[in-house]
């Protein structure tokens, strides 16, 4: 399985973006996705979980603001991000794991200026 991030970019607080998680190889065996962050000087944080059946979880600092969802058909996860702030600076990963892997793709940076 390989994951492919995009979507990132540069926005003002307050904004919205929409990051996408496309795998490709052996989709199917992924159970969970999920989305990490790293911010500069800091350790990666997780973000957002949601597995096969559509079941999600969410970091404290993003609940309400953040949403993940799954397009099991596209093999594609996504995460809508809204009423952005200055402290959700970071690169975000896309993470999926199989019975017998775990998967990150490359990071999409994302920059929220105040």
């Known amino acids: 399985v390989q994951l492919q991030a995009s979507g990132g970019g540069l926005v003002q607080a307050g904004g919205s973006l929409r990051l996408s998680c496309s795998a490709s190889?052996?989709?199917?065996?992924?159970?969970?996705m999920e989305w990490y962050r790293q911010a500069p000087g800091k350790q990666r944080e997780f973000v957002a979980y949601i597995n096969k059946v559509g079941t999600t979880n969410y970091a404290d600092s993003v609940k309400g603001r953040f949403t993940i969802s799954r397009d099991n058909a596209k093999n594609t996860m996504y995460l809508q991000m809204n009423s952005l702030k200055p402290e959700d600076t970071a690169v975000y990963y896309c993470n999926a794991r199989t019975l017998l892997y775990n998967i990150w793709g490359q990071g999409t940076q994302v920059t929220v200026s105040s």
């Open positions: 190889g052996s989709a199917s065996s992924i159970n969970v």
